[in-house]
């Protein structure tokens, strides 16, 4: 049988483990009656009845003032109990004992200060433990890590943030656990997260209940009652962290424990059919690992998934990774988001702004305030992550901060938290986000693509083009029943947007916001995509020259190749190239010049394997304009590149 001094080593929390009899040492009291009571208090503390156990110290505590093992264990018992205030007391009292006890009692007192946002008393208290030469190199690195928190906290709350939060209200918090989850691009839906109780004593009593999405929509400047999003998205098990894509198109969530799960907790997608999710598929082994990953965020390049994981391979306990959705519906290989972002401690809950370029997401890894912080982080020109910077306080607070939601304009982000006061226990705020932590600016394209003749919705599918790269930065696709879309615009960029179906002419837009400084209105319009037959003609937007040249410019192939495309793929298509000028200047001059530059369009074709026969191009100069010639905007529209249908 282990001796009861011995068993005192094994059965003490995980918070002091060996201090009360570091090396074997005896008790520290030799009043029978206090160690009675001692042991007694032990085996209550085995059985989980904290009450009694507390009972019983505070017995032998009266019975031997001096009892430092006594107030070790009342420190353990309320350190575990959540009462970590209590704690720091008796663990100050056994310190104040002077009984022998392990330097490790520092430590643990140092890790409860910090965990309530006693920086200044836990910083000399690490200082204490690390003035002993026997630390394990483990624990001298854990100490130093919490001396560099209560450093960057001390200096935190002195410089704190701005940081108003406003509730939600009664639309979307309850009584209950709320979590925000997302907002669409358009601000019209707020999707989140609330803990149902399966009965009403079971929120009183902190068990856990059944978790489902709930979505609340705007109607003017109010949101409506949120609903549950049924199914079959809920089920009767529990779902959590959900995503929906920037355009609205997919949905991705997490979910435990499930028959036909991989791991712990696995990624599944739904798409979006009118006013309907498809029936949620898990993402499979491509992606899901047998460990915990979930979390998940959708960039608005239509491809990229970012989510959080425990897998091996990781730096730290749980890291965020990331893979592509590839052409043919695989997902890539996951990566690991590399040291910028993941720690050998815990990186999670990653939300990717519709920016593309900014990155949100919890860390104890990082400069914090002692527990999970929230960060924001910046992709280079060169896809790595700058280093992350941590949001501030009073945004971070000593407890966790996990989740943190901004709008697409970088504006307004939201957060749940419990420490805000509130309807409940974990409500959803929003707050004006101070102008450092914000996203570079976006807007977005929204509307239905349709048959310009039957007037039918359309599936169509976009591509937003970067015109200095020619590369393709987003991709989504309309609703094959409603022909709704919504498609994000990053700003600092000028783009080209082709919309394409089979059987028909493409649409081209062009988007100049490289030099944008302000928030742009959004871009509301229409598409009406046209059949493909003689008669019809398409305007290129995104064609261009210089003033008064005929030299097509670089940022014009995008448009080229699509064109390029469109006659490869339907190879009885028959086409002229047709310039146009506004009326400044003599008509045989720009008539010459509207010539040559569907003619540069026409040698373009030519000289990329497009049979001359199919081709032909003239000019008009400005002897058919489309808008009026008397303000520079009409004089643009009126400057351009079209091709009409001659044959098919």
């Known amino acids: 049988m282990i001796p009861r001094r011995f068993l005192l080593i094994l059965v003490i929390g995980h918070w002091s483990l060996v201090i009360a009899l570091g090396q074997g040492q005896p008790l520290s009291t030799q009043n029978k009656r206090a160690e009675k009571l001692f042991y007694t208090a032990i085996d209550s503390y085995q059985a989980k009845n904290y009450d009694k156990a507390l009972g019983e110290l505070k017995k032998a505590i009266e019975q031997e003032p001096s009892f430092a093992e006594a107030y070790i264990l009342q420190g353990d018992i309320y350190a575990d109990s959540q009462r970590p205030e209590k704690a720091i007391d008796s663990y100050i009292a056994a ?56 450093d960057f906290a001390i200096h935190c709350v002195a410089h704190p943030v701005p940081f108003e939060p406003i509730n939600m209200g009664d639309s979307m918090n309850t009584k209950y656990d709320e979590y925000i989850n997302a907002i ?65 198109k997919y949905l991705f969530f997490a979910a435990c424990n499930r028959p036909e799960g991989y791991g712990r907790c696995d990624i599944y997608w739904a798409h979006r059919l009118g006013d309907h999710w498809s029936v949620p598929e898990n993402l499979g082994t491509g992606v899901n690992s047998p460990q915990w990953d979930s ?29 592509e959705l590839q052409p043919d519906g695989q997902w890539s290989k996951p990566v690991n988001l590399g040291d910028s972002i993941n720690t050998r401690y815990e ?37 790595e ?46 707050f004006a986000l101070y102008r450092d932590a914000r996203p570079s600016l976006t807007t977005y394209f929204k509307g239905i693509v349709y048959d310009e003749v039957t007037k039918a919705r359309l ?84 064609i261009f020259f210089d003033t008064d040249k005929f030299v097509l410019k670089d940022e014009s192939i995008a448009e080229l190749l699509k064109l390029q495309e469109l006659l490869q793929k339907n190879p009885n298509l028959k086409i002229e190239i047709r310039g146009h000028t506004d009326n400044i200047g003599t008509e045989d001059h720009n008539l010459e010049l509207s010539r040559n530059r569907a003619g540069a369009v026409y040698n373009y074709l030519i000289q990329h394997g497009i049979a001359g026969s199919r081709l032909s191009f003239a000019g008009f100069g400005f002897s058919q304009p489309i808008d009026i010639n008397t303000t520079e905007e009409g004089r643009a ?10 044959g098919n």
Request: net charge neutral; charged share 25%.
């Open 295 to 323: 979390q998940p965020s959708f960039s608005s390049d239509g491809k990229t998934l970012y989510f959080a994981s425990t897998r091996a391979g990781g730096k730290g306990s749980s890291d965020i990774w990331m893979t």
């Open 637 to 646: 529209n009126n400057r351009r590149t079209e091709f009409k249908v001659v």
């Open 385 to 430: 992550w700058n280093r992350p910077v941590n949001m501030g306080f009073p945004i971070n607070t000593f407890a966790d901060e996990i989740t943190l939601v901004v709008n697409a304009k970088g504006s307004v982000a939201y957060i749940s938290s419990d420490k805000l006061g509130g309807k409940g226990r974990q409500d959803i705020y929003k």
């Open 95 to 150: 310190i104040g004992t002077n009984r022998p006890f392990s330097p490790e009692l520092f430590n643990i007192l140092a890790n409860t200060q910090l965990s309530v946002g006693r920086y200044t008393d836990a910083r000399l208290n690490y200082r204490r433990f690390l003035e002993n030469d026997q630390i394990p190199e483990q624990k001298r690195q854990q100490a130093e890590k919490g001396i560099r928190s209560c």
């Open 184 to 248: 669409t691009a358009d601000e019209e839906f707020l999707y989140f997260t609330r803990l149902n109780p399966i009965d009403e004593q079971t929120i009183d009593q902190n068990q856990n209940g059944e978790e489902d999405f709930y979505f609340s929509h705007r109607t003017d400047s109010s949101w409506s009652k949120a609903l549950n999003l049924g199914p079959p998205i809920n089920t009767h098990g529990n779902e959590g962290a959900l995503c929906i894509s920037p355009d609205m």
């Open 347 to 383: 990186e999670m809950a990653p939300f990717i702004h519709p920016d593309d370029q900014t990155l949100y997401f919890s860390s104890k890894g990082h400069p914090g305030m002692g527990k999970l912080d929230l960060y924001y982080a910046r992709k280079t020109w060169n896809g």
């Open 459 to 542: 599936e169509a599918r976009f591509e937003l083009i970067d015109l200095q790269t020619s590369k393709m930065v987003a991709e989504s696709r309309s609703d094959r029943i409603t022909g709704e879309f919504l498609l994000v615009l990053p700003t600092e960029k000028n783009y080209a947007l082709n919309v394409s179906k089979e059987g028909y002419l493409f649409f081209s837009e062009n988007f100049a916001l490289k030099r944008t400084t302000l928030l742009s209105k959004p871009y509301i319009k229409n598409i009406p995509l046209k059949p493909i037959k003689i008669g019809e003609a398409v305007v290129l937007k995104n």
